[in-house]
């Protein structure tokens, strides 16, 4: 069906924009009695994003995880659970439809016409589909390389957003973390050329290789993804999936439906990244900065407005706010240990401004350490911290 519509789909139908800062999971919960309770839970953790097709797996299913969504203030992007286009279902919680995860490239054709067929019959929502991670094999991806595959699939599938699953692992004796930007890097490249917004999939419990991540260690890759520009970040996992890929368990609520550790972790940082979100989506990324801690004093340019001049390991996000001012995310890129650099400004601290996570306003910049010489700022280990600075 969607194949068949295809073809009447118009050029000037309209596109799916999103109006708030993705924060959202893989596996949503069973839907049964406990039904309200458990969407209640997942607002109280300030998630903003439901991707549905684990619990909400029918139409009537579906049906009700956007009523609860919509009593909650979440929003969702469903199954299609075998309806044809013209029933699937709409409203102000429906952000769109799961199409696909982790497609090959010769998937392409015929996920083009499926995206076409749903913008033309419900325009506005999101036709859903999530790529492979760079780490991928060109048999998975079906192409030779992974430029190719991100590059070939915003072309030819036409979609409008661009998400991925990247699960880097950060043990003592294996650190992706560099894996990972290079990831975010075509992600972020990519979506500035088609002038979509990127989300990304970030590991949130242990599984194979992957040791249980720390608070800190979701704090990296959350920031770190900001930093790339990304307007979503989505946990992987939400409720703990069954099956011998996942015999520990330990997602941020159990098969069983009992709150890991993880639950007051994420509760935690979502509600930092919800408070940041409304400035994030006034965003554009115009580049991303390493600062390694052997790099030396000149390793930034002048044009840097906020400048690390202590060594430490830093990532640095620069944007174009949409009012015009510039904006910073200076990132410390160590997950297990907090920095305190000294930095300059480029223009007179009057003049900055930070993002406050704990309220979303503007407030003064103030120095942590006023009895040193310099301006210093404290940085939690794995997280950043967000300043407006005029224009240049």
Sequence with gaps: ALVALAGRASAQTARFAPDRFAIGFWVDPPIGDDADARYAEIAEAHFTLV?????????????????????????????TAGLPLDQLPDGDACWGYSLRD???????????????AIREARPGRLAYINLFPNYANPAQLGTNTYDEYVRRFVDEVDVDVLSMDHYPLMRPDADGRDGYCANLEIMRRE???????????????????????????????????IAYGAKGVLYFCYWTPRGDEFPKGGAIITAEGRRTRHYEQAKRL???????????????????????????????????????????????????????????????????????????????????????????????????????????????AGKGRLFLLPPA
């Design 270 to 380: 979502n509600r930092e990244i919800q408070n940041l979100g409304p400035t994030l989506m006034e965003l554009t990324s115009t580049d991303v900065i390493r600062v390694p801690s052997d790099a030396g004093p000149d390793a930034l340019s002048a044009d840097v407005p906020i400048r690390p001049v202590t060594p430490g390991d830093y990532l640095i996000g620069l944007f174009d706010h949409r009012d015009g001012r510039r904006a910073v995310l200076l990132n410390d890129y160590d997950p297990n240990y907090t920095s305190w650099p000294t930095v300059e400004l480029a223009v007179d601290i009057a003049q900055v401004v930070e993002i406050d996570p704990a309220t979303g306003g503007e407030a003064p910049v103030v120095d942590d350490s006023p009895d040193m010489e310099g301006l210093q700022l404290s940085l939690d």
């Design 102 to 116: 982790e497609p090959n490239a010769a998937d392409f054709p015929a996920l083009a016409d499926a995206v076409r």
């Design 191 to 225: 979506s500035l050329r088609k002038g979509i917004p990127f989300w990304n999939f970030f590991n949130a419990m242990p599984f194979g290789p992957h040791y249980d991540p720390t608070e800190s260690q979701l704090a990296w890759q959350i920031y770190t993804s």
């Design 51 to 79: 991707i549905g097709g684990f619990g909400g797996n029918t139409p009537e299913l579906v049906r009700r995880q956007l009523e609860l969504c919509e009593k909650h203030g979440l929003v969702a992007v469903v199954a």
